[in-house]
């Protein structure tokens, strides 16, 4: 049974930084392409940055140059670390697969407010 626990997240003044970890349980973040997904409210969920499984990593054009995807295979967790962020990065954030399995964990909200 996959189980993919998210956390980290918080308020943060615009320009502030964060940093998201996802614990995975079931699923290898190695042998998988993972991925960090936002949904902000009345939005729905997007795809904000990759990891294959042989390193290739990419990102919304939205983020590019802010966020930074990373992981630990050892572990079996993934990350992302969040910087210059802005209002607009507001939203609860997932980990999950590419394409994504049923088993969505409960998320971590990031609140970019002044």
């Known amino acids: 049974q996959v189980q993919l626990v998210e956390s980290g997240g918080g308020l943060v003044q615009p320009g502030g930084s964060l940093r998201l970890t996802c614990a995975g349980r079931?699923?290898?973040?190695?042998?998988?392409?993972m991925g960090w997904y936002r949904q902000a409210p009345g939005k729905e969920r997007e795809l904000v940055a990759s990891?294959?499984?042989?390193?290739?990593?990419q990102y919304a054009d939205s983020v590019k140059g802010r966020f930074t995807i990373s992981r630990d295979t050892v572990k079996n967790t993934l990350y992302l670390q969040l910087e210059k962020l802005k209002p607009e990065d507001t939203a609860v954030y997932y980990c999950?697969?590419?394409?994504?399995?049923?088993?969505w964990g409960q998320g971590t909200q990031v609140t970019v407010s002044s």
């Open positions: 999950n697969s590419l394409p994504p399995t049923n088993s």
């Open positions: 079931g699923i290898s973040i190695l042998l998988n392409t």
């Open positions: 990891f294959a499984g042989r390193g290739f990593v």
